[in-house]
């Protein structure tokens, strides 16, 4: 089972943040939260990864809460093309497989 | 770079027909996944290889279902004989080793329509 929890699907609106929440309050201490997203018709792909610290890169940015125990993924202009389910995952580096849970379904409306 | 290559895109067959996936990783990588998208859900590991070994087959139904990575490349995922509920989309995965750094590259997927 996954073991992260994630709304089942969010609106935003073209050129604003798209802000997905996700808690993964069982994590521990050596898995690293990821996230993939998913566009219609096409497999997953990567975006990003993180285990404590606020990471960003040119698809977005990942800020993970001191405890760890939830996780924000910040797309800061949403453009209709980040139309897509956007997944978390948590995960220890070495061998674990990725467990994909349902996704957050995002919708960016123009 | 080219990407994970697969085949067909789609595929309709009957019940108790039997059908095969083919996949291409990308070239270097050691670790070839499959996973089984039904609608509606997050893709569900099938099987994973680490070369032409497999690590994890735990999810995969081996009554029906087969996979071989012969020479640590190309894979090739069969169903015989397929049922109803095996309609989903089959999608292949591959990383440089059992995906440190966190990223896994897919295939666009084959589609599966068992009537």
């Known amino acids: 089972d996954a073991k992260t929890t994630q709304p089942p699907s969010m609106d935003c609106a073209e050129g604003r943040a798209a802000n997905l929440p996700c808690n993964h309050s069982?994590?521990?201490?050596?898995?690293?939260v990821y996230w993939y997203r998913q566009i219609h018709s096409q497999g997953p792909q990567y975006i990003i990864h993180?285990?404590?610290n606020n990471e960003t890169n040119e698809m977005a940015s990942l800020i993970i809460t001191e405890d760890r125990k939830s996780s924000t993924l910040i797309l800061p202009h949403a453009t209709l093309r980040d139309t897509a389910v956007y997944y978390c995952?948590?995960?220890?580096?070495?061998?674990?497989?990725?467990?994909f849970g349902p996704g957050t379904r995002l919708s960016v409306l123009p | 770079e080219a990407g994970v290559a697969q085949s067909p895109r789609y595929k309709i067959i009957e019940k108790r027909q039997s059908v095969a996936f083919w996949c291409n990783p990308i070239?270097?990588?050691?670790?070839l996944y499959w996973y089984q998208q039904i609608l509606g859900q997050g893709p569900k590991l099938l099987i994973q290889?680490?070369?032409?070994?497999?690590?994890?087959d735990s999810q995969l139904p081996k009554d029906r279902f087969s996979a071989e990575r012969l020479k640590g490349v190309d894979s090739t995922l069969k169903i015989q004989p397929a049922k109803l509920e095996d309609s989903a989309v089959y999608l292949c995965?591959?990383?440089?080793?059992?995906?440190?750094?966190?990223?896994?590259?897919f295939g666009e997927g084959s589609r599966l329509t068992v009537l």
């Open positions: 995965a591959s990383s440089s080793w059992r995906g440190l750094g966190g990223e896994l590259f």
């Open positions: 069982t994590i521990s201490g050596n898995e690293y």
């Open positions: 993180g285990l404590k």
């Open positions: 995952i948590v995960r220890a580096v070495y061998g674990q497989n990725f467990v």
């Open positions: 070239s270097g990588h050691a670790t």
């Open positions: 290889f680490q070369n032409n070994g497999v690590v994890d």
